[in-house]
């Protein structure tokens, strides 16, 4: 494997890890959101869709990324 091939793969291998990490961060605002004061008392339904969003790209994201670098097959 030459060195660029290397840094490629460890540059995607990041990129998926830093979708995976972000979109968990966002799924735990989002619940802070919902579920306690921080906007308003009682809790705020803002933080449903962020829990939402983030759940599905934080499972999503890494496949779609994984699918979109695949390389097309040999004929």
């Known amino acids: 494997m030459t060195p660029q091939e290397e840094s490629l793969w460890r540059n995607r291998f990041i990129m998926i890890n830093l979708v995976r990490i972000g979109f ?3 799924v735990l605002l ?3 959101v ?3 004061d921080l906007l308003e008392p ?5 933080g449903l869709p962020m829990v939402l969003v983030g ?4 499972f999503g994201g890494p496949m ?5 670098w695949k390389p ?3 004929s």
Do not use: H
């Open 55 to 58: 759940l599905v790209v934080s």
């Open 34 to 36: 919902w579920q306690t």
């Open 72 to 74: 097309p097959p040999a």
């Open 64 to 68: 779609w990324l994984a699918r979109r």
């Open 42 to 46: 009682g809790g705020s339904l803002l």
């Open 24 to 26: 968990t961060i966002l």
């Open 30 to 32: 989002g619940l802070l």
